[in-house]
Structure formats: structure tokens, C-alpha cells
């Protein structure tokens, strides 16, 4: 393992996955949030007075504008392309729009309220919680996207569809995804544990200091509950214990490490010798361009789709039963078997998810849904980082692309997975550090379109390469 520290063991894991990237110098694109033609409908004069932002800011203007705002605020996007936020409002009074515009905001006026929306949401809740399901707000469409999976057939996908027309016109859409939702658990750095009846494999997401001072990191909480013990080596003996762990519901673990002493960087490696300095939680804006790294799929970019997500996963433990996810964040972001835990984040080193489960893998298309760390931080008590220092933590996992039992090919690129197992769900354990399914990953569906290397400018003049 390289760029550590060793105090008196081994050093921490660094964040993230090590799988093999291409040239460092390409920088990733800044894709278009795609809009409905209502997008369009901003007042007159609206666009030439409105701000060029970074996400980040797009993020805290926002949440200044819906206090602004009151019931007049139906949500809020980044235009990537434009670099500004657009503001939907509903029956808004003169004054707070000139407000809404004079703080830089595009404002545009829409039909459905956040409490029509958030109502629509409930009697989704109510009323077709199936497993295999999503749905979340789409401000971008002032609607909620309901998603099902190629399990929801039949009977079921019958409920689904009578739910969703039951809410009436323009208020929710309807898509079919090809894949499976399911938990990414197997595999930032890849991290292990033995359990009865196999191993278990998941990806560090961020290092942060436990309210009690210790080292510890964040990972997903599927992982958690599967397993109390993990390593930073297949096989190997365990540097860390959890010691909170949250799923369903929500989805995220707290992991301390069992050395007091072992240093926790807080940042992402991104392969080939980068890494990306981790600064701050940050809340993810719909639209703006994400990062996720994970041990099986390395380095992957898309775009936030929808914030406040519930994904109805097929239970681990109940063959009739459904395990719900609430409050999650949907990208388009791909990821696969082993990635689940790994870190989402911003270029500016923002820290945003936790990968949590989806459809799909990094060839043909899906979602992929991330734990908020903003929830998780709150909820565990932990802060980012070694108490805001700056560290050397462990980064060469020589296995972390290989989920088969051999070794990982150190000349594969890191899209390149093709003895990655479908590992479908915490529990489903069958063999340490391999496949934990005994089935081979969907090749039909994924999170985003991987098949090449992108590049575009960054609005901070930083680069980082990407396998999209």
C-alpha cells in the first residue's frame, strides 16, 4: 500500500477507489441539466440579470431564496450550462419575486407547489410502496419522477401506474428502468470483512473524526449491518469496528478505527497519484456535476436528477418484505457491485454522498442513489477530517477492481470490471471478497453511459480524469 503514514500500525485507508485512470490533464464536462420547455418561461429581463455561480454557491443562494420565499418556492436547479440557478415559483407576490431576481436567481413561474408535491410523494408512500421502486422531486419538471425497476410487473406494476395517474395530470412521470434496484454492496478504497458464511465488501467513503475525537470513516450502512469488523485487505486482519450503522431508512456507518493513532486524511484518491482535498459537507443541488468513487468502477461523473429520494429495495431478510430508503440524493451517476459506501463529491472538495444502491453498471444506463453525508454527519455526531489536519492515508489496493477472487490487472483502465460479481444486497454473502450473489452483474442497465473518457473545463481551473 502506498502514501502512508505508519504510526504504529497501518495508516488509514484513503478515500475512495484506486482503480487505474487515464491521462491526469483531461478535465471532466460540465454537462447540461436537461429541462421540460417550461424552462424557458423565466420573466422577461430575468436571464440578463442573473448571477454566474459555482454549484456550491447555486446550493446556498437557494436555501436563502426558499426562506425568502415561503410557500412561494417549489424547489430550485443549477443550469450547468449557464452556471445559474433557476427558482420555481407558484403564486409568488410581486415584491418576493424582485427579491428572488435582484439575488441573482432566474425565476420561473410553475404549477405545482412544494406541498403538492411533498403530498403526491406521501400517497406514493401509501399507496405503492413496491419493491423495486423510486420516485423523487424533479424541479427541473416541477413533477415527481416515479421510477420502477424490471422487477415491477404484472399486479404490481398495474398498482404503480393507477397511484400515479390517481395524483392527477402534471403532477408525476412514470419510467421504466431496465435494471434491478439494488444495494452495491461488496465495494473510494475497497474495505473487507469475513462473516459467516463469506466476505464482505464495500468502499470507504470520507474519514472523519468521531464526536469522541477518535479516527473513524463513513461508509454505507448496508455495509454496517451486514458486518461489524473491517479490513483495508481481503482476508486481512481488522483495522476497524463499527460503531453506528443505520439502514434501513436511512443508509450510512459510522466506522472507528481500532488504532487511536492512525491518521485519516480527509480526502479522495482518485487513482494515479490525484487526490482531491475534502473541505466541506456540502448539500447536492439538482443539476450540478458530481463525482463518485468507488473500488470496483474508480472514478465516474454525472449530474444530481433529484434530491430527497425514496427507493423501495427488495428486503435482505424477508423474501415478501421491502427494505425503504428515504431522503436519498438521484444521479445519473454510474456505479456497480462493490461500490456501495464510496464517496460522492465535488471538484471543489465538497463532500456529498455516500453511494447507496441503484439499477444498473458503468456500460449501459441506470440511477444511482447516495446516502447525504450533511445527514449523516448530523446524525453520528462526527466531523470531517483528522480534526481539520491534513494527512498520508494508505492508497494502493492491488484487489479493489477484481471481485472475483484473483488479483486485479493492473494495466485495466478503471471502467474495465469484467470479473465483477452482482453482489445484490448486504446479506447476500457467499464467498470472501468474490461474488456474492453467484450471478454475474446486469449488463442491461446502468447508472450513466461509461463507455469513454470525457473532458471539459472545471469551473475552478482544477482537473481530474474520468471514465464516463
Known amino acids: ?43 422577461s429581463g430575468t436571464t440578463g440579470t442573473a448571477k454566474t455561480l459555482k454549484a456550491t454557491q447555486a446550493s446556498g443562494l437557494a436555501a436563502q431564496l426558499q426562506k425568502i420565499l415561503g410557500d412561494a418556492f417549489a424547489g430550485s436547479y443549477y443550469d450547468s450550462g449557464k452556471q445559474q440557478l433557476v427558482v420555481n415559483v407558484v403564486n409568488g407576490d410581486s415584491n418576493t419575486i424582485v427579491q428572488a431576481k435582484n439575488a441573482g436567481a432566474v425565476v420561473r413561474q410553475v404549477k405545482n407547489s412544494t406541498r403538492e ?26 413533477k415527481v419522477l416515479v421510477t420502477a425497476d424490471s ?26 428502468s431496465a435494471g434491478t434496484f439494488k444495494t452495491f454492496v461488496s465495494g473510494g478504497d475497497a474495505i473487507f470483512s469475513q462473516v459467516q458464511g463469506g466476505g464482505v465488501r464495500c468502499s470507504l467513503g470520507f474519514n472523519v473524526t468521531a464526536s469522541d475525537g477518535s479516527p473513524a470513516f463513513l461508509t454505507a450502512g448496508h455495509c454496517g449491518v451486514a458486518a461489524k469488523d473491517w479490513s483495508d485487505s481481503q482476508n486481512g486482519q481488522p483495522i476497524a469496528t463499527v460503531d453506528q450503522a443505520t439502514f434501513p431508512g436511512n443508509d450510512f456507518s459510522l466506522v472507528k478505527y481500532n488504532d487511536p493513532a492512525t491518521q485519516a486524511p480527509s ?115 462526527a466531523t470531517l477530517g483528522n480534526g481539520g489536519g491534513a494527512g498520508n492515508g ?67 481551473g482544477s482537473s481530474l480524469t474520468s471514465t464516463r
Request: aromatic share 2%; glycine share 18%; proline share 3%.
Open 267 to 381: 480526502e479522495v484518491n482518485t487513482g494515479n497519484g490525484q487526490t482531491v482535498q475534502i473541505t466541506q459537507a456540502a448539500d447536492a443541488t439538482v443539476g450540478e456535476t458530481v463525482f463518485r468513487m468507488g473500488s470496483t468502477t474508480g472514478l465516474h461523473d454525472g449530474q444530481v436528477t433529484g434530491l430527497d429520494a425514496t427507493v423501495n429495495f427488495q428486503s435482505e431478510t424477508d423474501p415478501n418484505g421491502v427494505d425503504t430508503v428515504n431522503g436519498l440524493i438521484q444521479t445519473d451517476v454510474c456505479a456497480e457491485p462493490g461500490d456501495s459506501g464510496g464517496s460522492l463529491f465535488t471538484q471543489d472538495g465538497g463532500a456529498v454522498g455516500l453511494t447507496s444502491g441503484g439499477s444498473g453498471d458503468c456500460t449501459s444506463g441506470g440511477e444511482t442513489f447516495f446516502q447525504p453525508v450533511t445527514a449523516a454527519l448530523q446524525a453520528t455526531g
Open 1 to 43: 500500500m502506498s502514501h502512508k503514514r505508519m504510526p504504529k500500525r497501518k495508516a488509514a485507508i484513503a478515500v475512495g477507489g484506486v482503480a487505474a485512470l487515464g491521462a491526469a490533464a483531461l478535465l471532466l464536462p460540465n454537462a447540461n441539466a436537461s429541462q421540460d420547455k417550461s424552462g424557458d418561461n423565466a420573466a
Open 151 to 176: 422487477t415491477v410487473t404484472g399486479a404490481k406494476w398495474d398498482r404503480l401506474q393507477s397511484t400515479v395517474r390517481s395524483l392527477g395530470s402534471g403532477m408525476a412521470t412514470l419510467k421504466k
Open 117 to 142: 408535491l411533498k403530498a403526491a410523494a406521501g400517497t406514493l408512500r401509501t399507496k405503492a410502496t413496491i419493491p423495486g421502486t423510486s420516485w423523487a422531486v424533479d424541479p427541473r419538471t416541477n
Open 394 to 460: 494508505a492508497g494502493d489496493q492491488s484487489g479493489a477492481g477484481d471481485q472475483s477472487g484473483g488479483s486485479a490487472d493492473p494495466s485495466a483502465s478503471a471502467g474495465d470490471q469484467s470479473g465483477a460479481g452482482d453482489q445484490s444486497g448486504a446479506g447476500d454473502q457467499s464467498g470472501a471478497g468474490g461474488d456474492q450473489s453467484g450471478g454475474s452483474a446486469d449488463p442491461s442497465a446502468s447508472a450513466g453511459d461509461q463507455s469513454g473518457t470525457g473532458s471539459g473545463s472545471a469551473d475552478d
